[in-house]
T-cell receptor, first 111, second 113 residues
Framework: EDKVVQSPLSLVVHEGDTVTLNCSYE??????LLWYKQEKKAPTFLFML????IEKKSGRLSSILDKKELFSILNITATQTGDSAVYLC???????????FGPGTRLSVLP | NAGVTQTPKFRVLKTGQSMTLLCAQD?????MYWYRQDPGMGLRLIHY???????AKGEVPDGYNVSRLKKQNFLLGLESAAPSQTSVYFC????????????FGPGTRLTVT
């Protein structure tokens, strides 16, 4: 059975801290791994990773994939209160016909 | 472009009632998906469609039906609502094939009493 696990499930930090969110997976026919940020409503896209070892970066956020060990991390440096959200990891399988989501990590950034 | 839109935004049903949720996208995407999101469980795929006139079951299809008569629309039907179907429903779309992100609609909060 396809499975995506995220850790921690919940995290509380203070502004300026650096956080690392983890995502591990077991899926058949892996195609890509995606990270989304979900605030109050719809998830919004952050990164798509398809190759091992290549870091993707956007501002204070970065992510990397390890296809041998079947995991990915999402780093956020110098956190801000606006980073408070649920971060979802999803794995695309079967040529885009199946996306398996993890339960999400709820990040709270305190001022 | 509006992106992905969903109607209605909120709905309360009594057990046994039926309803249809509408998803529309204006990005000419081939693939469309319906998910439900419950606390602590992430998003679970109900049904999906890889093109007009085709649909397929996802992880949790029981109690739901779908139709994709037009490329831009994907309808999710509940024939006889049950309290277990109380959830937030998200529609998403993507370009065909692998390696494309999904774009999500704003969600529909459904309560079944």
């Amino acid at each position: 059975e396809d499975k995506v696990v995220q850790s921690p499930l919940s995290l509380v930090v203070h502004e300026g801290d650096t956080v690392t969110l983890n995502c591990s997976y077991e899926v058949t026919n892996f195609r890509s791994l995606l990270w989304y940020k979900q605030e109050k409503k719809a998830p919004t896209f952050l990164f798509m990773l398809t190759s091992s070892g290549i870091e993707k970066k956007s501002g204070r956020l970065s992510s990397i994939l390890d296809k041998k060990e079947l995991f990915s991390i999402l780093n956020i440096t110098a956190t801000q209160t606006g980073d408070s959200a649920v971060y979802l990891c999803a794995v695309e399988a079967d040529y885009g016909q199946n996306f398996v989501f993890g339960p999400g990590t709820r990040l709270s950034v305190l001022p | 472009n509006a992106g992905v839109t969903q109607t209605p935004k909120f709905r309360v049903l009594k057990t046994g009632q039926s309803m249809t949720l509408l998803c529309a996208q204006d990005m000419n995407h081939e693939y469309m998906y319906w998910y439900r999101q419950d606390p602590g469980m992430g998003l679970r795929l109900i049904h999906y469609s890889v093109g007009e006139g085709t649909t397929a079951k996802g992880e949790v299809p029981d109690g739901y039906n779908v139709s994709r008569l037009k490329k831009q629309n994907f309808l999710l039907g509940l024939e006889s609502a049950a309290p277990s179907q109380t959830s937030v429903y998200f529609c998403a779309s993507s370009l065909a094939g692998q390696g494309h992100e999904q774009y999500f609609g704003p969600g529909t909060r459904l309560t079944v009493t």
